[in-house]
């Protein structure tokens, strides 16, 4: 340690604040509405005709008719209107980023700037059904056809479901410990606090004829051909199992974490006092994880929190509202600069060097200027890759790929017969929740036409 | 700013806002409270003979539209629970202090006039401006041939009227009830018995709400619940029409009115004025948000008044009477269409699903790319401005003017009409 310095380097501790402040910073981020808010919110909608909200909402939620519901107490309706199209509901109405689907696409923002509270009610819909002792789907009579879902988050889950409720027998391989993908491993945790994922789960599964094995990787536990001799169809919704590298000096040192490693451990400690967190942090990414890091880093106690993005604000790929949330956090956030390098002090990271940049003829190009940043701890969130090689067979991929995720079509079909996929793993996945859910349904429709077929 | 002051049947009050008789003009407490507020002048609440009557738990029931409470209220409160002796010594307490202000008292006795003459004698003592006959109340009363029960009987009306007329030196106003098929029959009844002036309504019978776990209506009382007075804003459309048919009725010609019936603004008072009234009474309103409404309701309606230039409110009280017509005398040739205005619709396409399913499917959805557009589609608009009224933003859908204008032909003109009268146009008033 040198002598010098105020405090030991690299300043990282855990059990930084109190117990009642880990349980207030961590708790819901938006606490639920009460009923009378509930039905003032909800009478504010017009109940349009051919309503806008519907079209932008990836899943096709009937906005306006559950809305109706809620304003006539008919909650459980309202629940039921919901979830028969998006069995995800309940997560959906905590993570979408509302503010640029449906409530961006409400005639009262373009009217007044000001759109119904359309995830808000959303969740003051489904939080009762998903409470509820009884599950409001019931299966079809049994097909005796079999299905392989080969991952456990929301677009394997909504595949699973539907295909239970049309009769057929699923199995969900699951690699992790649990189900849930992102929202049980991957999500803020006060956006789903109160382990409402592993709620939400359990919800889903009780519909029954759906056999879940966790700790089961494709690849290493079990391949695709396996699968494709044992049951009748395959649904692959895998999610992005790699994160990308920063390709630069100084990754290597202490302190430096991929974020999704971070929130997974995070997402799952008993106690978040137990979470060693350094004093300065620095994050290098401008998607949803990024965010999620910083905010949940200062939540555990670290003193500055910047947020670092080598383009300009509008080109972030997390919401203006969730860069809006981060900065009332008090992360501060730096655009239009790349990392150059991560120098380090007694093998630990100490700094972040950085380059702002600029676009010329629509090339981000380093200006030249240099620029450091003093960082106990530094993370990495600036996406997430397909790793390809569970389905390899001798070497090379089965399927066909496009832009390094899984090709498919319309339906969710991939270029092998009886294989689907859907969410993040396929090419053109918007890595949103919602989209996901709806490839796992609209696969699992598919694949149900084709085995009665 | 314009001047307020009213004159009316005898009565002078500094604006034209009165109380209405009802709870908040029980006391000498809440009428000095509202004096002091601003009220121009109260109607206390209906005295009758001891003793008292004895009122329920509960009493009031309300209809919530939309999440906003009290779209419509209603009650089953007698008249005064309390001895007619404190009430005639705070009446006479009251009128000491505020001398400018109008105080008008309410009476409901037994149908005989040895009752009346009793009581009209004990409230002159009080020098109260006046006194308002209730004929109005709908339950409790008038199982006991009281209230509506002489209000829905307009020979009755005369009778009492003309008794009190003869008992006493003090304007008298006649309340009327608006459970009746016609308002004119008791209106007519009123004025042939020597009223000074009617005021009107008096509440609506109603059921307001069925609590569905109790399967009672509202309000319940010990599990049962009976039919109540609605008033409120709910009520405000059915007391203009009966205003405006007394206003316009030659028979009635002159006689002053007391509007009543669910004023909350300055602006419904103008309405109510527009349509003949010289002053309104206000109740509803007030229980629900207290007397300093009346702030705006003197201060709205000054600027207004300043802004049409209506010095006083007789300058414009009457004014919408000549424009109330029977429908037979209303102008077929006009013609209007929809114009939607593109810059202002948010797409909601509310005009476009009120027209297909309920109207004449003259409002097309359109796609261009994936924008919506409404169009209406002129050759097939009636004019009947449904969508109009359906959407939300102000000024989108406007009616815009499609006959020249140069011809007029109403009903009793027409040639589809079998009885038609000819060419030459008729104008009438009302029967």
């Known amino acids: ?453 | 700013m314009a001047d307020l002051t009213t004159r009316f049947a005898g009565f002078k009050s500094p604006n034209p806002f009165w109380l209405a008789s009802a709870p908040p003009t029980d006391k000498a407490y809440n009428i000095v409270r509202a004096f002091k507020a601003g009220w121009g002048g109260v109607v206390w609440k209906t005295l009758g003979e001891d003793p008292p009557v004895v009122n329920t738990c509960s009493r009031y029931g309300a209809t919530s539209y939309k999440g906003n409470r009290v779209a419509g209220f209603s009650n089953i409160e007698l008249i005064t629970d309390r001895p007619l002796a404190i009430n005639l010594q705070e009446i006479k307490e009251v009128k000491r202090d505020w001398p400018d202000r109008a105080l008008v008292v309410s009476l409901m006795v037994p149908c005989d006039e040895e009752s009346w003459k009793r009581i009209l004698a004990a409230v002159e003592e009080t020098d109260a401006d006046g006194v308002e006959l209730n004929f109005g109340c709908p339950h409790g009363m008038s199982e006991r041939g009281m209230g509506s029960a002489v209000g829905q009987v307009p020979e009755y009306i005369e009778m009492v009227t003309r008794w009190c007329k003869q008992h006493t030196r003090m304007p008298v106003i006649v309340k009327l009830t608006p459970n009746v098929t016609s308002i004119l029959g008791p209106a007519r009844a009123a004025v042939r018995g020597g009223a000074d002036a009617v005021s009107l309504i008096n509440t609506v019978n109603s059921i307001v709400s069925v609590d569905l776990d109790l399967m009672a209506p509202e309000p319940v009382v010990d599990g049962k619940g009976t039919h109540a007075g609605y008033c409120g804003p709910a009520v405000k459309p059915i007391a203009l029409h009966m205003v405006a048919e007394i206003a316009r009725d030659p028979e009635c010609r002159g006689i002053p009115i007391s509007g009543i019936g669910g004023i909350e603004s300055w602006r419904d008072a103008a309405e109510f004025i527009a349509l003949g009234a010289g002053t309104v009474q206000v109740c509803t309103a007030a229980m629900h948000y207290g007397f300093r409404i009346v702030d705006d309701l003197k201060d709205g309606l000054a600027r207004w008044m300043a802004t049409k230039s209506y010095a006083g409110i007789e300058d414009f009280s009457g004014r919408a009477v000549a424009n109330v017509r029977d429908w037979q005398y209303l102008n077929l040739e006009y013609k209007t269409i929809a114009a939607i205005d593109q810059e202002l619709c948010i797409k909601c396409g509310l005009c476009h699903i009120a027209c297909e399913d309920t109207a004449h499917q003259a409002i097309a959805s359109l796609r261009n790319g994936g924008g919506r557009r409404y169009e209406v589609i002129a050759g097939e608009c009636v004019g009947c401005n449904l969508c109009m009224h359906v959407c939300p933003v102000d000024g989108c859908i406007t009616m815009q003017r499609a006959d020249d204008g140069s011809r007029e032909r109403n009903w009793t003109q027409h040639p589809n009409n079998p009885m038609a009268v000819g060419a030459s146009p008729v104008d009438g008033a009302a029967e």
């Not at chain 1, 509930?38 to 009478?43: C, D, I, P, Q, R």
């Not at chain 1, 008919?74 to 509901?89: K, M, P, Q, W, Y």
């Not at chain 1, 606090?193 to 889903?204: G, N, P």
């Open chain 1, 1 to 453: 340690m040198a002598g010098s310095q105020v405090t030991a380097h690299p300043d990282i501790a855990a059990a930084r604040l109190s117990p009642e402040v880990y349980r207030a910073n961590f708790a819901d981020v938006h606490p639920p509405l009460e009923a009378d808010q509930a039905v003032v919110e909800a009478n504010r909608c017009y109940f349009c005709y051919d309503a806008p909200c519907v079209e932008a909402c990836p899943t096709g939620i009937d906005i306006p008719g559950f809305i109706r519901k809620i304003a006539t107490g008919n909650v459980d309706g309202a629940g039921l209107r919901i979830l028969e199209e998006n069995i995800f509901g309940g997560s959906c109405a905590r993570v979408c980023p509302t503010e640029i689907l449906c409530e961006a696409a409400c005639v009262r923002t373009e009217q007044q700037g000001k759109p119904i509270a359309i995830g808000a009610l959303q969740r003051y819909a489904t939080d009762p059904t998903l409470a509820a002792a009884v599950h409001p789907f019931t299966r079809a009579l049994s097909t005796g056809r079999r299905v392989a879902v080969v991952g456990g988050g929301p677009a394997g889950l909504a595949c699973a479901h539907r295909l239970a409720m049309l009769g057929h027998d699923v199995t969900v391989f699951e690699a992790r410990e649990r189900l849930g993908g992102l929202n049980e491993y991957g999500i803020a945790e006060y956006k789903v606090a109160d382990h409402f994922a592993r709620a939400e789960v359990d919800f889903v599964l009780a519909v029954g004829g759906i056999a879940v094995r966790t700790g089961v990787a494709l690849g290493r536990d079990l391949s695709l051909a396996d699968l494709r001799g044992d049951y009748d169809a395959v649904f692959l919704g895998m999610g992005l199992a790699g994160v990308k590298a920063l390709e630069c000096e100084g990754e290597e040192l202490q302190g430096v974490f991929n974020a999704v490693d971070y929130i997974e451990r995070l997402r799952q400690a008993a106690d978040f006092a137990t979470l060693p967190i350094g004093r300065r942090i620095v994050v290098i990414g401008g998607g949803n994880t990024a965010i999620d890091i910083a905010v949940q880093a200062k939540r555990l106690g670290a003193e500055d929190v910047t947020l670092v993005y080598r383009r300009t604000a509008e080109a972030m790929s997390a919401t203006g509202h969730e860069q809006e949330f981060a900065q009332t956090n008090g992360v501060r956030i730096k655009h239009s600069a790349q990392p150059v390098r991560l120098t380090g002090r007694d093998g630990g990271v100490a700094e972040a060097v950085f380059e702002y940049t600029a676009t010329q003829g629509g090339r981000l190009v380093g200006t030249g200027e240099i620029f450091a940043l003093p960082a106990d701890m530094v993370f990495k969130a600036i996406g997430q890759v397909f790793v390809a090689d569970p389905l390899a067979e001798g070497g090379s991929s089965l399927l066909a790929l496009a832009n390094g995720r899984i090709r498919v079509d319309a339906d969710g079909k991939t270029s092998l017969d009886k294989v689907w996929a859907g969410g993040d793993c396929i090419a053109g996945g918007q890595d949103l929740t919602v989209q996901a859910v709806e490839d796992g349904k609209r696969a699992a429709l598919a694949i149900h036409r084709s085995l009665a077929g």
